[in-house]
């Protein structure tokens, strides 16, 4: 049995919120670097969000909104590249962000699938599944010894210095990964 698109696109709404404000709490709670980056995931779970509001609410201003904010964010990913390749994700992730926005329904033509969707598909799909699997193996070992290389996190399953138990920034970031790929899916 399958959820009506509107349902769907509504849950997707309430995740991607969700994540959105436990980021933005995390950014109160920590400092520094930590605060910035929780920031930038606060960001990009409130405009996956308004992204995945259902066709009808808000069409004549998303796409330029979006688009600014998401282009800034990838800017500022882009520019935080120099202090280590684990900033690529929010790069990847403001860009997708950005083609989102301003290629709604991009998804099939009679040609198949685009080339950029068809590649961030794949990307995200990796980032799930391999995300997942370290959520997983490092709720059932209680630490992991491998920095999470998907965010440049190397925490070791402790509360801590990114304002919260590590688990659940990294449910959190697997909860926002899903979300993209969703909503891939459903262009």
Request: glycine share 20%; with cysteine.
């Given at each position: 049995m399958s959820l009506p698109a509107s349902v769907s696109s509504w849950l997707l709404?309430?995740?991607?919120?969700?994540?959105?404000?436990?980021?933005l709490g995390r950014v109160r709670r920590s400092g520094g670097a930590a605060a910035r980056e929780a920031g930038g995931e606060a960001l990009m779970g409130f405009g996956m969000a308004v992204m995945a509001v259902p066709a009808g609410f808000g069409e004549g201003w998303r796409a330029p909104v979006l688009g600014v904010v998401f282009g800034g964010a990838a800017l500022h990913a882009g520019w935080l590249l120099r202090g280590g390749i684990h900033h690529a994700h929010h790069l990847v992730g403001s860009l997708s962000m950005v083609y989102m926005a301003f290629a709604p329904g991009a998804g099939h033509g009679a040609g198949g699938l685009p080339l950029v969707t068809g590649t961030l598909l794949l990307y995200y799909a990796?980032?799930?599944?391999?995300?997942?699997?370290?959520?997983?193996?490092?709720?059932?070992a209680g630490t992991t010894s491998t920095p999470y290389p998907l965010t440049g996190d190397g925490h070791d399953g402790q509360d801590d210095q990114d304002g919260g138990p590590a688990e659940v920034i990294r449910a959190c970031r697997l909860a926002m990964g899903t979300g993209m790929l969703a909503m891939l899916l459903a262009m």
């Open positions: 709404v309430l995740l991607c919120a969700v994540s959105g404000a436990y980021c990796g980032y799930v599944v391999l995300g997942g699997s370290r959520l997983v193996t490092a709720g059932a």
